[in-house]
């Protein structure tokens, strides 16, 4: 009876470890067929069309810079517009309001995380772009401020739920001990929650930029697709096309292993390490907390 | 039984967007008919058809452009003998803003415009707003046809692609909504997705550039209208048994009616 319980607890214990490392071994493996599909780009097209700044693949331009730019500007868009509403909502939900009320939004936004992109997409077309093409005045609403409100939208989800679990993780001696001093609850949130959650809080910045960058459909309804390069003044007010709606909307078309076919997936290389980068950051600045609450506690 | 077996029959049927709703009609048509045959169509664009042709995982692939010298030759190492079927005719038309008062541009101008030469609307004898380019991705084949046959007018030396800032929205529907919403908008697409939301502009030819014509099927088949094309269907090899009584069926004057119906030309 009880051996058969130990060789039951190692069967689970294996069968968890299993699942455990497949998700390394998944990664590994898309990295590695991106690599194959994408790293011969570099040989088939000359390095001054690869990075060059004319994107037109059916006659043989292959200039990414100007996808690159539309990503970061889009996405750096997003970033600022989801930062300020995200993280004012985890702090109301987190610290202001009272529990009915958190209670009856959490799953709402929730919600909003859960609407699919090309739904956001269409409400996109049909309402964001013609509003922003009247209010300010612009040729044509489709446009990487366009795109970046939607990708705000989905990203604002992600920065409230893991902003606020930050939020909470704050001990509520440090709060009670700064009312406690006399503080008023703005001066708490600001001077010592807020703080104290810092490192929390950036992870969940950095994990809603992963979301942006990655986002495909409602960008590639919005932003227009034109490849320009977005380095006037006015760009964030001009069509842009990211690397994400470029992959989406060409991959169909190329003949399997021809030059086009493996620029796409030098793109994918691209994407995947820009998103690697934003992931390291968001988990070493994540260590760099844990570390602290250790030292504190000790 | 065992003759129920022979006639059933399962056609992939995939390709061009701007054929994919005559595709449609027609395998709907076409299974009233022979209940015992199931078609099954997608979009996708020109060279996805062509690519699903190549890689065998469809039996027709529909086309707005004729196969390229690099696809049939892949298909060639791929095994396969690719059989080209002209289905029908197709007028590309030129569409604006209802509030845009334009209401002619000569072929040249038009070029003019997508290659970004021409960037304001009152160039060409309408109001001081700024132009905005609206094109099918390149994965169209519409885009191509527009390309070699306006933007380059034809010269296949000329090497001009589309102005860079040229909007490439991925469906028919995002170009007709962004028309129909902006009155700085020119795009252009297959007239049977027109809709009366949006208007046609009259263009004229090369040759005669004082007389605009607007894009029917009268003025396809008579050809004064200069943007029309023909509309293709491929298969793997010379068609037998099902998928060549279906493509026999397509030239029909039955089916080339619902050719008709659909704001598409017929072929005979």
Sequence with gaps: ?298 | MNSSIQTFAYIQNKGSDTIVNLALAWAEAYQKIKPDISISVTGGGSGTGITALINKTVDIANASRQIKPEELAAAKAAGLNPQEFIIARDAIAVIVNPENPVQHLTIEQLSKIYRGEINNWKEVGGEDRPIVRLSRETNSGTHVYFLESVVRLGNSKDKTIFSSDTLLLPSSEGIIAEVRDNPNAIGYDGLGYVTSEVKVLAISSQATPDVFILPSADTVSNNTYVISRSLYMYTQDIPTGAIKDYLDWILSPEAQLIVKDLGFVPVN
């Design chain 1, 1 to 298: 009876m009880k051996r058969n319980r130990i060789s039951g607890d190692k069967i689970i214990n294996f069968i968890i470890k299993v699942c455990g490392y497949s998700s390394i071994l998944f990664v590994t493996l898309i990295l590695l067929f991106l690599l194959r599909e994408g790293i011969p780009a570099l040989a088939n097209v000359t390095l001054k069309n690869l990075f060059g700044t004319v994107w037109y693949p059916i006659e043989e331009y292959f200039g990414i810079l100007p996808l690159i730019l539309g990503t970061l500007l889009v996405t750096i868009g997003a970033i600022i517009i989801a930062l300020p509403f995200g993280i004012g909502t985890a702090i109301y939900l987190s610290e202001i309001a009272p529990k009915w009320i958190s209670d009856l939004l959490k799953p709402i936004i929730e919600i909003l995380a859960g609407i699919p992109s090309v739904v956001l997409g269409f409400i996109g077309i049909l309402v964001v772009v013609p509003f922003m093409r009247k209010i300010f005045d612009l040729p044509t609403g489709l446009t990487a401020v366009t795109g970046s409100i939607l990708l705000g939208l989905i990203a604002i989800p992600t920065i409230v739920s893991i902003g606020e679990d930050a939020l909470n993780n704050v001990p509520p001696s440090y709060r009670q001990a700064a009312l406690a001093l006399g503080a008023t609850r703005w001066q708490t949130i600001w001077g010592v929650t807020l703080p104290a959650a810092k490192n929390g809080i950036l992870t969940a910045v950095m994990l809603g930029v992963g979301r942006a960058l990655g986002e495909t459909m409602a960008v590639m309804m919005v932003t227009g697709n034109a490849p320009v390069m977005p380095v006037k003044w006015n760009s964030f007010f001009l069509p842009v096309r990211t690397m994400t709606a470029t992959i989406a909307s060409e991959m169909g078309e190329v003949a399997t292993g021809s030059a086009h076919y493996q620029v796409l997936f030098f793109i994918g290389i691209i994407l995947f390490l820009i998103s690697l980068a934003v992931n390291i950051t968001a988990s070493s600045v994540s260590t760099r907390q844990r570390k602290r609450a250790e030292r504190i506690l000790s």
